[in-house]
């Protein structure tokens, strides 16, 4: 603020006045341009999308198609007649038998392949010493592959499958006297008498998928084809991803519900039940081609700036030339009445006001040394508060110490205890957030429960609790729940000879998340319970949550019409009935 203080003592009257028109004048400009950009270029990001999109929808219904292709040529050459007819015979060892088994197979890959040369179909038997022709093998040349590979359990899976069944890989292999390169494969079982089955082996190079694809194109984009939800039934077209990417996650994404992609990548995804081809773009990479039109945008914008400021000069000199010649002539007069001329002690001074106002400064500077001695007030109290508040308890360190205890104790009991502790305060702590999600929520409570059944020896304690799955990720106010429940073992269980039953349910109930906490101990009066909810009680005095605390809580973050309400019959038990807004977010004040 001093700098621009000193800045514009440096510029006349006249040229003040202008720089505000020009500032008044262009502010609306200014948002009306920032509006204008933040929607174009969404438009400019979603066009830009739209082309890769397009190839990605192009690219899955050929992956799509292919697959269905190779599953209906799969069928048909295990319906073949005539090659199960050789097939049983093959295994008896004749000239004549393997000469029509090599022929009948040569036949039915050469009808397959007729207009897919890059197919590979391959048929590995069992009972047999060597390979017959260019596309049958023993069992185990196929078994050699996959332990050279590291992949014996996927060798496993597919020895397991049924005829029936069949099964999906994409494999680094050599097929049809071409250099080893990423297939897609299809595996499945075929019938072979007396030597046991077979297994059939379809497959296609990924790269007479994707060949001059666009989506290759660009080495800070990821494609993939998936025929699964598993890596090896993936292609990825990048070996090494990027900080922040997995491909288990990618793939659960890709084929589920689960948001797990950082947000600053974007995920086009198109999918059937064959198969699924994804493009990852990082965010980066969307703007960088979209910036283009955006500064063009900003070159317009600085054109026409300069346009409003010439045009606010001439408005300001129209404006302020008799204001202008009246200053002037008022100064003169000031001058031959201050008695004090070291009043006027800023020789920088341009402007015709301020130089008129000079004398005043000495005012103006005691004010500024009760403003500066305020802020120091100010200062001195919040630091004042936030010592009073490191001196009332250190969670940090409670809970590495107790981490530090946990492994020094051999008591399975005293460990679990000291886990659910840990636990209980690492919730607590949640990064300093004031919202959690009700999952937590219930967590810390299951913590607490625990803790007291081990603290109190409370053996004859049960509880239960339950919550809508749809509503685990819904957020709310931390420690709502677990004063409720600590008042229901305090005054309703441990009263009661630490014997009786908890159940805690969560669930929504219109826009509302509704929680009850029930208990068969002690039970309280209607006057009891209304005390509870109208003053507070001792624990709140004192810094602890309480019944009363939990109220005031819910009526000051969500407002009046949310809280609790208790009913209770001496010596039956009571519940506790907690309403909140429904939220997904961590808003601070939903009011």
Known sequence: MKDIKNILRH??????????????????????GIAYVSVAQKQWTEEYLDIYNGEVLLLQERVSK?????????????????????LSKVANGTLSEAIDYIYTLDGIVNLISVNDKDLSACCYLPGIEYGYGSHSYTLNTLKDEFESDGDVEKYTQISALRESESMWLIRNVARNGSDAGQRICLYSKIAQQHAGSGILELSIPVDSLIDNNILCADDACILIISLGQSEDQSYFSKEELKEGLRTSEILAQIWGDEKVIPPNYRLLCEKNNVAAVAYILPESFVKENVRPSVALVILIGLFFMVGVLT???????????RIVFAIGEMKKEIETIIDQPDVLDDENEVDEVGQVTAHVKQLVKRTKNYILENERYKEQHTK???????????????????????????????????????????????????????????????DYLEIEKFAYKLDGMDYQIEMQQEISECTLIKHILQPIV?????HGIRAKDGVGEIKIDAKKVGENLVFTVCDNGVGMSAEKARELLDGPTDASKTGGYGVYNVQQRIKTYYGNQY?????????????????????????????
């Open 563 to 591: 809280g609790l309400q208790i009913e209770s019959q001496e010596n039956i038990g009571t519940k506790v009935t907690v309403v909140i807004p429904d939220q997904l977010d961590g808003r601070d004040n939903p009011n």
């Open 11 to 32: 510029f006349t009257f006249q040229q003040r006045i202008a720089a505000i028109i020009a500032v008044i004048a262009m502010i609306p400009a200014f948002l009306l």
């Open 311 to 321: 045009a606010s000069i001439y408005t300001s000199k129209m404006l302020t030339g």
């Open 384 to 446: 004042l508060q936030m010592e009073l508040l490191q001196m009332r308890f250190n969670p940090h360190f409670l809970y590495n110490t107790l981490a530090s205890i946990r492994y020094q104790v051999h008591d399975k009991t005293i460990r679990k205890s000291i886990e659910h502790l840990i636990h209980y305060y690492r919730v607590v702590l949640s990064n300093g957030n004031l919202n959690i999600s009700v999952a937590q929520e219930l967590e810390m409570v299951r």
């Open 66 to 86: 292919i697959g269905s292709s190779l599953i209906e040529k799969m069928k048909y050459i295990k319906g073949n007649q005539d090659l199960r007819s050789s």
């Open 486 to 490: 600590e008042n229901s073992v305090k």
